[in-house]
């Protein structure tokens, strides 16, 4: 049965228009309005109707793209495809940002940088790559997943995001780790990256586990192995560095051990002349005297000038301290010697000015003088950067030497010879007995 | 002129005519006990009373009946007011049920229902706000139950433009619902692409507002499991399905956890625990229906996928997981038998956090038990 309304209900927008019959409103009127809007010149028209039929239709998923942010349809994209848990990663780490940025305040520089969804580039790269690592992980090809999650941090360390590239270089360790049956050096790339990423921000004792950890799984390989020891030799000498006290004489010494590991001399070496500057520092002359003495054998062997001139030096120091006067000058001799082809090289000028040194501690002043006004000489006409120190030492072995009749003068009063020497500075002035 | 004047079959006054509240055709029929509601045939009235108007046959009554003319301003904005809180509060009673009829599977029974709840969510808020598409979600489950998915299809399309009309204001709570909805439709239609991009939309808003772990978000998960397993892709179901597994398992463990304190406050001061005591438990540690059904569902399936697909060596972890979460679920539902029978099927478990739980729970039971021997007794002695 046909239903039918009982009152006939008004459209609200109906345009009351009183004496027009119903034919007139509701045929008439609409045409002629419908042809005041259709000014356009028809050429208009037909282009853009043609327009109109050369788009492409849009589908559904299109339009969703034209209407949300990026971070939206990325992650939309990435779930459709079934990447769930590339998603959730890209979640925690925007998440891990703002929060980041929330902890250290509005005014920190950091957040100078935009934040991570707003840089295109960088989150698409992100998403295709953890992508990629999603895929090798569901097929179980792990090292894939490895080499995928080492990319991504190489990338962001490019691109200086230091907090990404850590993070990731982490991941990569603990997909090393679980899954170091398979491939152990993997997990000592990882651990070696890992210590890398600690160093770059400073975190030298983390860096330093990292890197022994490194050593230890890299027993069988050998390239990787003497890489290790390496690395650990120049952590350990950072270390060094920045302590004052008897840590850093261990942390030299055991930057030593890791140098013999290395099998590379050179390094060997070289360590080993810096723990003997140490034990040095640190007033230990006999084992100074025995590293010092390696690296000494050593330079001779390779011929090293400059390294043989930096081990002569320590040496006579050494021997100095100990009161060994004959050895130093032997040593020191010898370097002076071995440069002497080269007059007015800088090595040249240091030797004279070691030996004018451990002439000025042993009190024989006028040959002192000798040598380091050789010295001064030459790095004046070089213009060396040893030139403040040789200047200084032939300053003070003048000095040393006029000393005792100074205080003669000072002790029986002759102000007035003292001042008088003041004026001109001479020598004669003062070494000439007064009555 | 003389029109020809219809007859209305019920002996109402002229031009009164009532109509079905199932289909909208005139009615001929009234129900006898709040004579507010009509219907066209037996066959609707009958499937309304099963459905909803059982219920709520005395509140329509009120609500419908014609209101006397009260004389003061005041009086009338109370009156006003009162209708409308006991229909927002029809509303919410009539979604449950028709919520409940859908779980249980009555969807013939879900419509009247939800037809109702729309009705007055149409009434109190009009006809294009966001507060009418729970009633539309639970008319398209229906319908895709009773399998006219035409009819699913258009309800979601009116929840939808609903949405777009609202300018994305709607909370992403309802627009993942929404889109979990269309999912299922377009499974049904068999356009996974289709359903997997809006299990994405899905999956990305209901993240965005619970939270990446929050076991709301397994449901699109598991659906999204689904449609790649019908697409025969069963590396990623693999994953999809451990991810809601371990979501699952979360929950109810802290639900677990939560409860176990409040009952065993309650064994302490002596009240026995077979009272509800809703205002006691916070929300977040209640498992309501839909909640329970839905794992129930979803733990059943994940069950059967797992011990079909690896018939030589089954994860054995996965598989406790999922019987651990069974006996959860069976323990807050209060069906103690159960517990122990899926307790009995984890074997080889070395995860120390099931122990646990298993000890609480059967230390719990034991109390129980014991409580209950207790009451017996003294009631005998009475």
Redesign the interface.
Known sequence: ?A??T??RTKPSNETSTKGQTAFYRNVILPSKALKEKQKLPLNQIKNTAAAYEKQTTLR??DT?KFRSSLE?QL????????Y??S??EL??ILAWQKEDRERLGAEHPLHRRPLLDAESDKLRYLCQYLNKA?EA???SQFSNMYHNYLELASYFLKSDDRWLSDYFYEKSLTVAQTHSQFDPQLAAEAYLNVGLAYERRSDLVKALNSFIKYYQLSEDNEHLKTDASIQLTRLYMKLAQRRTDNQSLQYVNKAYEASIQTGDKKVENETSYKLGQAFLEHGDVDSALKYLHKYYDYCQEVNNDEGFGQASEALAICYQKKSNIEKSTEYLTKYLQKVSDKEGDMQYARACSALGFIHITLSQYDSAIQSLSKAYSISLANSHADLDRNRVLFGIAHGMKLRPAFNDHVDRMHTKELLQWKCTRHESFITKPKP | MATAELVYPLAFPKSIAHKCEICGKTASRMCAKCRVTFYCSEEHQIADNVGIHDKICPTLATLRSKQPFLPSEEERRDRDHEIREKKLHLIEVTRMIGERHVFQNRYDAAIPAALASLKLAMDVYGPRSVELIPSYLILSEASLGLKQLNQCWEYLSQAQYTVLQQQNQAPPAITSQVARNMAQLSIARKDYDEAARHLANDIYDASLYYGTEHYKVAGGYFLLGKVFKLMNRLEVTESLYTQVTQMWYYHLRRLLQSRVVFSDMDAILGKNDDEDEEDETTKSSKLDLATEAEAHNTLQTLLAYRLENHHGNPMIQELNKIYHCFTILYFLARDYIQVHDSMNKIKDCNVKEIDDDQQRILKFLDQLNRMKSLMKRQQQEN
């Open positions: 049965m239903e039918t009982v009152y559904k998923e969703e939206r992650s939309i994209d990435m779930l459709r495809h079934g769930h848990n998603f959730r979640c925690a999603e992980e569901r097929r």
